[in-house]
T-cell receptor, first 111, second 119 residues
Framework: GQQLNQSPQSMFIQEGEDVSMNCTSS?????WLWYKQDPGEGPVLLIA???AGELTSNGRLTAQFGITRKDSFLNISASIPSDVGIYFC???????????WGLGTSLAVNP | GAGVSQSPRYKVAKRGQDVALRCDPI?????LFWYQQALGQGPEFLTY????????KSGLPSDRFFAERPEGSVSTLKIQRTQQEDSAVYLC???FGSGTGVGSNQPQHFGDGTRLSIL
């Protein structure tokens, strides 16, 4: 099925470092979402982007909706151990708002 | 609790058995979604309900998969004659809004999933 290209696949960083991950698509989407999933739990919405070019922050997280509407990035500043998990980008597809997901970026933080 | 609740959390079944997975959405949420998440992958859409109406079942992988939401609240995903490739985490999500109307940008809230293992 249709997929988003998410990179990097995994990251291993030191506590306090900044992190950047991105997501691209060959198609235009009008809503981009970033979720975090911890082991054994469901995805939790971090940031939702609804407007091309929009830059949105949520605490140490910042996400941007690319101007072409075909990409988005997520930055995490000053990482902490609880940032460990898998980060997914997702887009709304179709009128019923079903989500199409990337394959995820696995983040490990060394204390 | 106030979140989406799924049961059971874990289910082990022998190949060929039927299974039923339950989702209790957040009270008052109109939209309900089922997703399948294979190990190491992102979730894949299965089906969507608006109240009791199943408006999209395009993601159901075969006719062995069946979902219902008879009273517009609790939903059940049933898998008949299970196969090993059905092993995955099944996630349920609900949201207040529906389609492209009012509240259409309301986020989807996910349960913790049912981890299904077929032996």
């Amino acid at each position: 099925g249709q997929q988003l290209n998410q990179s990097p696949q995994s990251m291993f960083i030191q506590e306090g470092e900044d992190v950047s991950m991105n997501c691209t698509s060959s198609s235009i989407f009008n809503t981009w979402l970033w979720y975090k999933q911890d082991p054994g739990e469901g995805p939790v919405l971090l940031i939702a982007l609804y407007k091309a070019g929009e830059l949105t922050s949520n605490g140490r997280l910042t996400a941007q909706f690319g101007i072409t509407r075909k990409d988005s990035f997520l930055n995490i500043s000053a990482s902490i151990p609880s940032d460990v998990g898998i980060y997914f980008c997702a887009v709304n597809a179709g009128n019923n708002r079903k989500l199409i997901w990337g394959l995820g970026t696995s983040l490990a933080v060394n204390p | 609790g106030a979140g989406v609740s799924q049961s059971p959390r874990y289910k082990v079944a022998k190949r060929g058995q039927d299974v039923a997975l339950r989702c209790d959405p957040i009270s008052g949420h109109v939209s309900l979604f089922w997703y399948q998440q294979a190990l190491g992958q992102g979730p894949e859409f299965l089906t969507y309900f608006q109240n009791e109406a199943q408006l999209d079942k395009s993601g159901l992988p075969s006719d062995r998969f069946f979902a219902e939401r008879p009273e517009g609240s609790v939903s059940t995903l049933k898998i008949q004659r299970t196969q090993q490739e059905d092993s995955a985490v099944y996630l349920c999500a609900s949201s207040f809004g529906s389609g492209t109307g009012v509240g259409s940008n309301q986020p989807q809230h996910f349960g913790d999933g049912t981890r299904l293992s077929i032996l």
